[in-house]
């Protein structure tokens, strides 16, 4: 059963921005906007 | 993807900003963006923010599925049949092919409204429920 249900908070992980610096997902919400995470698969 | 570069005026009404999450090299992302959206190098930070997660801890903490079974079945492989008739250039495999993909809504108070996990790479939300959650 997924842990992810909707109206939880979701999860806050730090990525890397194109030029590798550190940037929290919260970052993202924090500034007020919706947010679309688009999981990408390989690039091919 | 390219059906969302089509509304993206649409997701800006309703205040959203796209994040692509990718554990590509950031050289392989900008291409495949730039040929995904034919977005000039200029423009590709205007509508998206494009983060690299190299290591898939966002693919984890959002639960994200995994099948090298389901990765390369009938179904990818038609698909990928139709874009190299398109025109889209085959760049071989660039990371792990059975990392599956998917789509999350988290609005501004930072909870999650809406959470589509792909059974396989052809298995993606229709735009238009991305922006029913959203309304």
Redesign the interface.
Known sequence: M??????????D??????N?QP?P??Q????????????????? | MAQLCQHLPEFEVLNTRIVLISFGRPDQARVWLEETCWLAPVEINAPFTLLLDPERRAYRAYELEYSLLRSWGLKVWRRYAQLLFKGRMWRGIQGDSGQLGGDIIVDSTGRIRLAFRSHDPTDRPDVQSLLAALR
């Open positions: 997924s842990n992810l249900q909707l109206n939880a908070a979701a999860p992980v730090t990525l890397l921005d194109l590798s940037v997902l919260s993202m919400w924090r500034g007020g906007q919706n947010i679309l995470l688009v999981f990408l698969r390989h690039l091919g």
